[in-house]
C-alpha cells in the first residue's frame, strides 16, 4: 500500500478548497466585482446631480441624497446643550436623547435611499410584475387570494396571530419600541373604557363599531381550506374582548354576524377584489344595522326627520392592495373594478356633509371615508356617515381619518378642541367605528379630552390672522415617515418647531407645531425629510382657518408623533 504525503501546505489547500488564479483572472474578478458594488451609488450621485442642474430635483435640494449622511453627525445645538450641562445626570439624558435623533435619521435615511433609488424605481415594478403576475406570491404587505382578488397582511396577521389581549402578546407588544419609537398602548380596552368614561362625564354615551376586515368575511377568497358557508373569523381574544365590553358596560355593535349571514344569500361579494374595504353593499348593510342598534339602545332627543334621498352612482376603480404591489405603469395582473355607490342628497338634492351643530358624532377610519372621500377614488358623499344619517333621518357629524382608527380620531377631536371648535359640544352619542384589526395592531394610546372650558376660551378669542406667515425656525421633533407600502397613497406628517425669526406677518410663539402634506401619490415629499436640528423657512397659516376652507386635508392619514397637543398649531403653505 502506497502512502502520499502532502506538505502542509497542500493540505490546507486542500482543506479549504483553494483555487489557484491567474493574475489575470484573480485582477478581473476583482474589478469586476468591485464595479457592482459602486455602480448603484455612482449611477444614483449622477442621476442627482444631473437633477438639481436641470432644476428638477425635489424641493431645495443642492447635493445629491447620498450627502445627506453628513447630516446624521451630532448637530451644533446638541454640542451646546451638552457643554452647558450642569450635572453628570443632565449630560447623560442629553446624550441619550442625541443619540435617539441620531438613530432615527439613520433609519429614515435608509428608507430613503431605498425608496428613491433608480435601481428601486427601475427593477421593483419588474420584479414584482413576475412575482405576482406569474407566481402569485404578492409581496410582503399584498398576498395574492383566488379568483383575482388581494390581501392586506395585516387582516390575516389579526386572524392567525396571538390572541390580542392575552397578556403575552400585550406585554410584547408595549415593550416593543426602540431607541427613536416609543411603544405603542396594546390594551384596547384600558384606552375604551377611558373614553367611555370622558364622555359620559360629559352625558355623552358610545356605541363601538369594529369594521369587519376581509378575510374574516371572505376567507374563501384566500384559501379553500375555509368553507363559503363559515361563520365569521376572528382573533383569539375577540370573544374575551366581547365580554369585557359588556361587562363595562361598553355599548358595541359588531356587523360580522350580519354580513356573514348576507353573504350566504348576496349574488355579490360584500368586499372589494383588490381593495382593503368593503363594497357599497357591503357597508350599508353595517349602516343599517347600525343604525337599528342605535334606535334600540341609545337614547336621542326627538327631532323632525330629514328625508335624504340617494342617487345611484357607477364608480371604477382599482383597490389600494393592487396600488401596493407597486406593478409596472399599464400591468394588467389586476382588473379594475366597477361598483355602483348610493350617494346621499340633502333634502334641497346637494351632496351630504356634515353638521357640526348636529347630536351625533361619527369617529371612524378608511372603512367610513371610503366612498365618502373623493380621494380615495371610490366616490363621494355615498359613505358610512352619510348612510347612517340617512337611515336615523337626523344630521350628523363626523371626523374621519385613514388609518389609526385606534387613535387618529380621537387625537382630530382634541386638536379641535384646542384651537376651538368643540365637535363634543351638543352632542348626545358617539359612534366609534374603527378596523377590527386595530384590536391587534393599532396604537390605543390614552388621550386626554381638554375641558369645555378650553374650547370656550379659544372660540371666544380673536380670529386667527388669515394672512400667511413666513419664519425661519429650527427642527425641534418630527414624526416617523410616511410609509409608502402602505395602503394610503397620501399622508400628513406632524413636525414640532422653535422659533428663530419671524421675516413676514404675525410671529408665533416660540414652540409651534405644522401639519404638512408629507406624501401625495406614494411620493415622499419634503417635509418628511425635516431632521432635528434643521434650519428651515416657512410660510405658515393657522391650521383652524386652513381646516375649515380644506376638511379634506383632515381625512388623510395623519402621522403625528408629538407629545404636545396644546401649542399653536400651523398649516404649511410653503417649504
Not at 190 to 214: G, T, Y
Amino acid at each position: 500500500m502506497s502512502h502520499h504525503h502532502h506538505s502542509r501546505e497542500e493540505i490546507a489547500k486542500i482543506e479549504i478548497g483553494h483555487t489557484d488564479f491567474a493574475p489575470g483572472v484573480a485582477w478581473f474578478l476583482t474589478l469586476t466585482f468591485l464595479a457592482i458594488i459602486l455602480a448603484v451609488p455612482l449611477v444614483q450621485t449622477t442621476e442627482d446631480f444631473l437633477a438639481i442642474r436641470a432644476g428638477r430635483a425635489e424641493g431645495t435640494r443642492h447635493w445629491p441624497q447620498c450627502f445627506d449622511v453628513v447630516g446624521l453627525a451630532p448637530r451644533r445645538v446638541e454640542w451646546s446643550e451638552l457643554a452647558g450641562a450642569r450635572s453628570v445626570a443632565e449630560a447623560f439624558a442629553i446624550l441619550k436623547k442625541t443619540n435617539a435623533r441620531i438613530l432615527r435619521d439613520i433609519n429614515s435615511y435608509e428608507d430613503e435611499l431605498k425608496n428613491q433609488s433608480w435601481l428601486t424605481r427601475a427593477a421593483v415594478p419588474r420584479v414584482q410584475a413576475v412575482l405576482t403576475g406569474v407566481l402569485k406570491s404578492g409581496n410582503e404587505d399584498a398576498y395574492c387570494g383566488r379568483d383575482g382578488w388581494l390581501f392586506y397582511r395585516a387582516d390575516l396577521d389579526y386572524l392567525t396571530g396571538g390572541g390580542f389581549l392575552e397578556p403575552a402578546v400585550i406585554a410584547s407588544r408595549a415593550s416593543g419600541g426602540n431607541e427613536w419609537k416609543t411603544p405603542p398602548q396594546p390594551d384596547p380596552v384600558r384606552a375604551i373604557v377611558e373614553f367611555r368614561d370622558q364622555l359620559r362625564a360629559r352625558d355623552i354615551d358610545l356605541v363601538l363599531m369594529p369594521a369587519p376586515v376581509k378575510p374574516m368575511i371572505h376567507p374563501e377568497r384566500f384559501t379553500l381550506r375555509c368553507r363559503p358557508d363559515a361563520s365569521p373569523l376572528q382573533n383569539p381574544s375577540y370573544s374575551a374582548f366581547i365580554a369585557r365590553m359588556e361587562k363595562e358596560g361598553v355599548k358595541i355593535f359588531d356587523p360580522a354576524p350580519l354580513l356573514a349571514r348576507a353573504k350566504q344569500t348576496s349574488p355579490s361579494p360584500l368586499y372589494l377584489e383588490t381593495d382593503t374595504h368593503w363594497t357599497p353593499q357591503g357597508m350599508r348593510l353595517a349602516a343599517m344595522g347600525l343604525s337599528e342598534f342605535i334606535r334600540e339602545r341609545c337614547t336621542l332627543p326627538d327631532r323632525q326627520p330629514v328625508a335624504y334621498t340617494t342617487r345611484p352612482l357607477s364608480v371604477t376603480s382599482l383597490g389600494d392592495i393592487a396600488g401596493m404591489l407597486k406593478l409596472p405603469p399599464g400591468s394588467r395582473a389586476y382588473n379594475v373594478q366597477t361598483v355602483e355607490v348610493l350617494q346621499v342628497l340633502t333634502p334641497d338634492g346637494r351632496p351630504w356633509t356634515a353638521s357640526e351643530n348636529a347630536d351625533v358624532l361619527l369617529l371612524g377610519d378608511s372603512f367610513a371615508n371610503i366612498f365618502s372621500f373623493a380621494d380615495m377614488k371610490w366616490g363621494s358623499s355615498a359613505g358610512l356617515a352619510e348612510h347612517v344619517s340617512a337611515s336615523l333621518g337626523r344630521p350628523l357629524d363626523a371626523i374621519i381619518r385613514n388609518a389609526g382608527g385606534s387613535y387618529a380620531s380621537r387625537e382630530m377631536l382634541v386638536e379641535m378642541m384646542h384651537v376651538g371648535r368643540d365637535r363634543l359640544a351638543g352632542k348626545r352619542l358617539v359612534i366609534w367605528e374603527f378596523a377590527a384589526r386595530d384590536l391587534a395592531s393599532g396604537n390605543w394610546k390614552l388621550i386626554a379630552l381638554p375641558a369645555p372650558s378650553v374650547a370656550i376660551a379659544k372660540s371666544s378669542s380673536p380670529e386667527p390672522a388669515a394672512a400667511p406667515i413666513r419664519v425661519l425656525a429650527r427642527v425641534e421633533e418630527v414624526s416617523r415617515q410616511p410609509d409608502t407600502n402602505a395602503p394610503y397613497t397620501d399622508a400628513v406628517s406632524y413636525t414640532g418647531f422653535r422659533l428663530i425669526r419671524t421675516e413676514a406677518g404675525a410671529p408665533p410663539s416660540g414652540i409651534f407645531r405644522v401639519a404638512a402634506m408629507s406624501m401625495r401619490g406614494r411620493r415622499i415629499l419634503p417635509p418628511a425629510k425635516w431632521r432635528a436640528g434643521e434650519e428651515v423657512t416657512l410660510v405658515l397659516i393657522p391650521y383652524a382657518g386652513y381646516a375649515q376652507k380644506h376638511p379634506e386635508a383632515e381625512r388623510l392619514q395623519s402621522l403625528n408623533d408629538l407629545d404636545d397637543m396644546e401649542s399653536d398649531l400651523y398649516w404649511l403653505a410653503e417649504p
